[in-house]
């Protein structure tokens, strides 16, 4: 059995030092600029609820809210933060929010042209999907979750969102979108595994709608050959790959029994491996582990991974991954 309790008391340790005030939190908990920013707010939340130690008294909530709906825009109703596509952040922040059981106090009206079936699917179609397949899934699952969030949309536009995403996906690959998914250069190196993080996205939304999987054989096919035949450092970045892996894998052999064996001997595997090499970083020397969106993406995976290895990772409390509460991170 590995020992998380260690790790999962520093992870609470970078979001006390993170905090600025009741619910407001920077994102860089070691670094000089202190100002108050989304993704800080927000992973600060979701790290709690991760870890278990989510607030629980009503003033601390309340301010939580606050601060979050402080943060959107009044003009345009989105969220906005230098690192990612508005798209992102405001799907990221209407999630946090959510664990609240709480809302945005006006709508993203900048998003309402895509409220109608035809003008999402023109956006879809539209999006970059063979040369900028990762950050491009922040705006067409971000899309979904903003609306659906923000309770903008009906369940005939999100039947139609997954409709266009069953024509669209690759039936050899189980990826989105077919016809794209051939490798691409992600820092010098040539991979699909940008392909795969682009389609975790769609995923968890698929996964939130209650939607199959239109292909759960070929994606389970594409995670084990990823693990061994591609050049991506999977299990070596502090970053969202590695929830990316292990949720596609874990939630495709839920679907089927393909190679069941095998996937659960790979995300043992990679459970072990994974977790070994995280647990001799020292926080001190990982600035990317002071970064709350990072280390809140590095506990995502070991969420996804408790679930998917049962017995394997301890800790105080069971780790709960926000996805099977909302989607979109």
């Not at 989304?38 to 600060?44: E, H, K, S």
């Not at 990612?84 to 664990?99: D, R, S, V």
């Not at 995300?267 to 990982?286: E, P, V």
């Not at 105080?316 to 991170?329: A, H, T």
Request: aromatic share 10%; glycine share 6%.
């Amino acid at each position: 059995m590995i020992d998380l309790r260690g790790l999962v008391d520093q992870a609470a340790g970078v979001v006390d030092a993170a905090r600025l005030a009741p619910g407001r939190y920077c994102r860089y908990a070691d670094a000089p600029d202190r100002s108050e920013n989304p993704y800080g707010c927000a992973d600060a939340a979701n790290i709690l609820y991760t870890i278990g130690r989510f607030p629980r008294d009503a003033d601390e909530r309340a301010s939580w809210v606050g601060a979050l709906r402080d943060l959107q825009n009044p003009m345009d109703g989105l969220w906005h933060e230098a690192t990612h596509h508005p798209i992102h952040t405001t799907a990221h922040c209407l999630g946090a929010l959510e664990l609240f059981d709480a809302g945005p106090i006006r709508p993203p009206v900048a998003l309402n042209d895509y409220r109608r079936p035809e003008s999402m699917a023109r956006f879809l179609d539209g999006l970059d999907w063979q040369a900028d397949p990762w950050r491009a899934s922040h705006q067409g699952a971000g899309l979904y979750a903003a609306l659906v969030l923000a309770g903008q949309v009906t369940v005939e536009w999100r039947e139609a969102y997954f409709d266009w995403l069953s024509a669209e996906h690759d039936p050899e690959t189980g990826l989105w979108r077919r016809g794209c998914v051939a490798p691409v250069d992600h820092d010098g190196i040539a991979t699909r595994f940008p392909h795969l993080a682009g389609s975790f996205h769609y995923l968890f939304n698929q996964q939130y709608g209650r939607a199959p999987l239109p292909a759960p054989e070929a994606l389970i096919d594409t995670c084990l050959d990823l693990r061994h035949a591609d050049p991506f450092p999977l299990g070596r970045t502090l970053s969202f790959a590695e929830i990316d892996w292990v949720y596609c894998l874990n939630r495709a052999t839920r679907q089927c029994d393909h190679r069941f064996g095998e996937a659960q001997a790979a995300l043992a595997d990679f459970a072990a491996d994974y977790t070994g090499w995280l647990l001799a970083l020292d926080f001190a020397d990982a600035p990317a582990l002071n970064d709350l969106h990072t280390l809140f993406g590095v506990l995502c995976a070991l969420a996804e991974l408790q679930q998917a290895v049962p017995g394997l990772l301890r800790s105080d409390q069971p780790l709960k991954l926000v996805l099977d509460r909302r989607p979109f991170i």
